[in-house]
């Protein structure tokens, strides 16, 4: 079982940057591929980064490759999204997520998903 809790989200202005974390439960947490996805409304969620267990691997999604950077740091259990140059666009609930088995893209794949926080960019 892996229990996740994301934070660091907010307001930040177009142009701007966050950075949100993930902290996981779970002393297995470094055999874990993590992700996070995001969710605007009336819209279906959307993958926006992934990386590996070791962090040896990452992919992203075309729209943020470029801006947004994806970490972990598994002495610590945690996983980071570091967002620069914030569109309006990017605008969502931010989802992390976990599964036993190579990254992927799909939200499907993922067995364990953390609350959501909240990324609001103003134009």
């Known amino acids: 079982q892996v229990q996740l809790v994301e934070s660091g989200g907010g307001l930040v202005q177009a142009g701007g940057s966050l950075r949100l974390s993930c902290a996981a439960s779970?002393?297995?947490?470094?055999?874990?591929?993590m992700a996070w996805f995001r969710q605007a409304p009336g819209k279906e969620r959307e993958f926006v980064a992934a990386?590996?267990?070791?962090?040896?691997?990452?992919d992203y999604a075309d729209s943020v490759k470029g801006r947004f950077t994806i970490s972990r740091d598994n002495a610590k259990n945690m996983v980071f999204l570091q967002m620069n140059s914030l569109k309006p666009e990017d605008t969502a609930v931010y989802y992390c997520?976990?599964?036993?088995?190579?990254?992927?893209?799909?939200?499907?794949?993922?067995?364990?998903w953390g609350q959501g926080t909240q990324v609001t960019v103003s134009s």
């Open positions: 990386i590996s267990w070791g962090g040896s691997t990452t």
């Open positions: 997520a976990a599964r036993t088995d190579y990254i992927s893209s799909f939200p499907g794949d993922y067995t364990y």
């Open positions: 779970g002393r297995t947490f470094s055999s874990y591929a």
